[in-house]
DNA sequence: CTCCCGGTTTAAAGCGCTTTAGACGCGCGC
DNA sequence: GCGCGCGTCTAAAGCGCTTTAAACCGGGAG
């Protein structure tokens, strides 16, 4: 296998300067029709490739946004596979690096950088606030679906409290009175969730109950199994997010409580699974794909534009009624 | 913000040339003790990293791997972060691209090949067979959990026969005789799990039955309500994977289908859903870590030892009996 | 005192592409 | 016939690093 043709090749084959080359393959105006013509027969016959690496050396800017990815949540995931798409569209191309026990976010993202990435995203970040600011002041970064106040970085994010108020004012016009809310845990996006949750019940003149919980099924199920052995069970359930949901309605409908005929559920995110027809699930959209073009942009606006402010988008996140929630018995 | 430091830079902090402070850098034998040590205090005190980009085109090597992931799929996920971490592990580092609608598998690794990844790892990918060879012609190419013969590739994968063999094997075993399989539709690994199910029933001298079904939640769940209005339901069900098991379970328990005690249930892959607790899903471990690691040794031998020749590891898989199976009533 | 040697260091030539300044030809008006 | 401007092309200088061949240097051997 001989090595692969180089721009030098092409030039060679078609009789003009790699300047000419370089220049038609990237479709910038100036060459020639004939030149043009002659510089892609010969590309095509010797089936040469851009060297990726050399390119982005030698130009000025790589167009690349760096995106760290947890491989193992699906929400997260989600949200990457947005930005991908959105960057593609804008001109941009996504370099992704997956966090791994070796490998924490902070290092991910100094690998990223020093693959020359223009900005990073980062999706539902648990890094510190203080991490956040000193990264921030290294290359752009926008911090996605965390409330975090910006701070040398751009953050964009859905209002988390007022989506988990959809859900009590859901609930509560169904009839409800007795709602728990299943936390997130010590999870970032725990805190303003439970604080929605508070809020918008004392705001009916009701008060809550918070059981601790987590980001993943199995604090769902823990807290499932919780309820079914409460004298005076409640008639409906927010969860900090789906896969905290998942997790209670599994473990209900094992037990023979039926949702939501005996009980109401309610996630957050709207992620794939809460999507799917057998789970259907009652829950709050985060928007991944809105967030994800919205971040992208606000690092566009940085890169091409040249804003240097940091700024802060709060999407409106919107209830998804499905078919997990309904009037108390 | 003024540009980031230069290796030059840094070897004029401290006072050598850059050919110094590169060796010293990568920590290759040669320079003396003193040198090091001023040159990791100018790289320190400058916050010096050395820009990737560059040093892949300088170097004569890479060491990187290339793995196209669909995101949106746990399984393939969970694999690929097993590759990074076995990668990590051989000194390779792992070039992430996400396969989205926008640009297919095949775009991806000619992506991946263009940031000059010495070897591509596809994780059960849905290509022609035909493109495979291709592939495989034009770069070291191991693809992992298909079941297709190498052919200029290397092929890692677990034998599905044997495995959907010993769930078949475990549930008649239990004393089931009515076992039904939700089939994996028209994705890649569907045949094979499909004939190890008949051929496993004949050696029992049973005969099967095999529903249509797919990859995912959503054709388990339809299977499970076709199921559900059957006259003479089976005792048992293997699904295609853990997604479609869990569209059964989910189906069943909402109708108060008691599993395992009216009806047992096994998936195929053993992911990370199948482990959750409140779910605990007898399950045939697909190995994803060893065909992980396995994948990233087929690659290294033939980068680092120089192995020409394809060859095809093929791992036993075996059952993991969970709560989702029980004798028949 | 010279020569040679091994351990260190460095100048310089790439890696494969982009980019810019300037060369080149050509038709035009004067 | 000359100079000019324009559209097209190219030589050459990088991009920031690695790598190699050669320079350098002090000291032990002859």
Same mark, same amino acid.
């Given at each position: 296998?001989?090595?692969?043709?180089?721009?030098?090749?092409?030039?060679?084959?078609?009789?003009?300067?790699?300047?000419?080359?370089?220049?038609?393959?990237? %479709?910038?105006?100036?060459?020639?029709?004939?030149?043009?013509?002659?510089?892609?027969?010969?590309?095509?016959?010797?089936?040469?490739?851009?060297?990726?690496?050399?390119?982005?050396?030698?130009?000025?800017?790589?167009?690349?946004?760096?995106?760290?990815?947890?491989?193992?949540?699906?929400?997260?995931?989600?949200?990457?596979?947005?930005?991908?798409?959105?960057?593609?569209?804008?001109?941009?191309?996504?370099?992704?690096? /997956?966090?791994?026990?070796?490998?924490?976010?902070?290092?991910?993202?100094?690998?990223?950088?020093?693959? +020359?990435?223009?900005?990073?995203?980062?999706?539902?970040?648990?890094?510190?606030? /203080?991490?956040?600011?000193?990264?921030?002041? +290294?290359?752009?970064?926008?911090?996605?679906?965390?409330?975090?106040?910006?701070?040398?970085? %751009?953050?964009?994010?859905?209002?988390?409290?007022? $989506?988990?108020?959809?859900?009590?004012?859901?609930?509560?016009?169904?009839?409800?009175?007795?709602?728990?809310?299943?936390? $997130?845990?010590?999870?970032?996006?725990?805190?303003?969730?439970?604080?929605?949750?508070?809020?918008?019940?004392?705001?009916?003149?009701? %008060?809550?109950?918070?059981?601790?919980?987590?980001?993943?099924?199995?604090?769902?199920?823990?807290?499932?199994?919780?309820?079914?052995?409460?004298?005076?069970?409640?008639?409906?359930?927010?969860?900090?997010?789906?896969?905290? =949901?998942?997790?209670?309605?599994?473990?209900?409908?094992?037990?023979?409580?039926?949702?939501?005929?005996?009980?109401?559920?309610?996630?957050?995110?709207?992620?794939?699974?809460?999507?799917?027809?057998?789970?259907?699930?009652?829950?709050?959209?985060?928007?991944?794909?809105?967030?994800?073009?919205?971040?992208? /942009? =606000?690092?566009?606006?940085?890169?091409?534009?040249?804003?240097?402010?940091?700024?802060?988008?709060?999407?409106?996140?919107?209830?998804?009624?499905?078919?997990?929630?309904?009037?108390?018995?």
């Amino acid at each position: 296998m001989q090595r692969r043709p180089r721009l030098e090749d092409v030039a060679a084959e078609a009789g003009v300067s790699t300047a000419s080359v370089s220049l038609v393959l990237r %479709d910038v105006p100036g060459p020639s029709a004939q030149t043009r013509e002659r510089v892609l027969a010969a590309a095509g016959r010797l089936g040469y490739r851009a060297d990726r690496t050399a390119s982005l050396l030698a130009r000025r800017r790589t167009r690349l946004l760096g995106v760290p990815v947890l491989l193992r949540d699906a929400f997260r995931t989600e949200m990457a596979e947005e930005v991908q798409v959105a960057a593609e569209m804008g001109g941009y191309a996504v370099a992704l690096s /997956a966090i791994t026990p070796a490998s924490d976010e902070a290092r991910v993202v100094d690998a990223l950088l020093d693959m +020359r990435c223009e900005a990073v995203l980062l999706l539902a970040p648990e890094l510190p606030e /203080a991490d956040l600011a000193a990264l921030g002041a +290294r290359a752009p970064v926008v911090v996605v679906a965390r409330h975090v106040a910006p701070d040398g970085f %751009d953050v964009v994010r859905v209002a988390d409290e007022a $989506g988990v108020g959809e859900s009590v004012d859901h609930l509560v016009g169904l009839g409800h009175r007795r709602i728990v809310h299943v936390d $997130g845990g010590g999870a970032a996006m725990a805190a303003d969730r439970r604080a929605g949750f508070l809020a918008a019940l004392r705001r009916h003149g009701l %008060d809550g109950r918070v059981l601790p919980g987590g980001p993943v099924e199995a604090a769902g199920a823990a807290a499932a199994r919780t309820l079914l052995g409460d004298p005076e069970p409640p008639t409906a359930v927010i969860a900090a997010n789906d896969r905290c =949901a998942l997790g209670l309605l599994d473990v209900f409908l094992r037990a023979g409580v039926r949702v939501p005929e005996d009980v109401s559920v309610v996630g957050y995110d709207d992620g794939e699974l809460a999507r799917l027809a057998h789970i259907d699930l009652t829950t709050v959209s985060q928007e991944a794909g809105e967030q994800a073009r919205r971040a992208v /942009a =606000a690092a566009v606006e940085r890169l091409d534009g040249n804003r240097t402010d940091p700024v802060e988008v709060v999407l409106t996140p919107h209830l998804v009624v499905r078919g997990t929630t309904a009037p108390p018995r």
